[in-house]
């Protein structure tokens, strides 16, 4: 299973976009990257998920360079309510279907 | 609307007694996992099931067991619970298929408090 590096936290304010940054450096062929959002006293929300190049949708925006050993999940327009940690994994269905969400990035929203 | 529903959102026990939690998801997924989550160790996998009566181990399966008679309950269970298993238990489910990592839909999740 391909192992993320993610940061612990980050900072931004309201209005602004926000850029999430994960490292994947083994990731195999077949490995998909997905993000989940958990808010405090909930269970993980899924965001995104994409393969190569750029996904978007209502919420975000997935960046995944050529070479897909990392990847930048983006959130344009941040507000408070946005805060929460963000979690990465990488993995597929073909395997033992284990997968590993890691510590998450805590993203705290400012006024 | 996927929904997956735990039996209790908060529950408190002693040391040494047998602790069911139950899950429940509506949409027909084959797949159901049980996590926990404690602060600073983000979610860790314990059990999984792919299929009525199947199991396999996640990454800390130590003093719990599951069972999975019905393709829409599946039940994590504590032994003889412990003080270090105090936790939020998280309970997800997600259809089967190949390629793609699935979306996991997450019940909300039980606090277990064992004193």
């Known amino acids: 299973l391909a192992k993320t590096t993610q940061p612990i936290s980050m900072d931004s304010y309201e209005g602004q976009e926000v850029n999430i940054t994960c490292s994947h450096n083994n990731i195999a062929t077949n490995d998909y990257i997905t993000w989940y959002q958990q808010f405090p006293s909930q269970g993980p929300r899924f965001i995104i998920q994409g393969y190569k190049t750029k996904v978007t949708n209502e919420v975000a925006s997935l960046f995944i360079p050529a070479d897909r050993k990392s990847s930048t999940l983006s959130l344009p327009r941040v507000s408070l309510s946005d805060t929460a940690v963000y979690y990465c994994l990488v993995g597929d269905r073909s395997g033992d279907d284990k997968i590993i969400f890691g510590k998450g990035t805590r993203l705290h929203i400012l006024p | 609307d996927v929904k997956v529903t735990q039996s209790s959102r908060y529950l408190v026990k002693r040391t040494g007694e047998k602790v069911f939690l139950e899950c429940v998801q509506d949409m027909d997924h084959e797949n159901m996992f049980w996590y926990r989550q404690d602060p600073g160790l983000g979610l860790r996998l314990i059990y999984f099931s792919y299929d009525v009566k199947m199991k396999e181990k996640g990454d800390i399966p130590e003093g719990y067991s599951v069972s999975r008679e019905k393709k829409e309950r599946f039940s994590l269970i504590l032994e003889s619970a412990s003080t270090n298993q105090t936790s939020m238990y998280l309970c997800?489910?997600?259809?089967?298929?190949?390629?793609?990592?699935?979306?996991?839909?997450f019940g909300p999740g039980t606090r277990l408090t064992v004193t």
């Open positions: 997800a489910s997600s259809p089967l298929s190949s390629g793609s990592l699935n979306e996991q839909y």
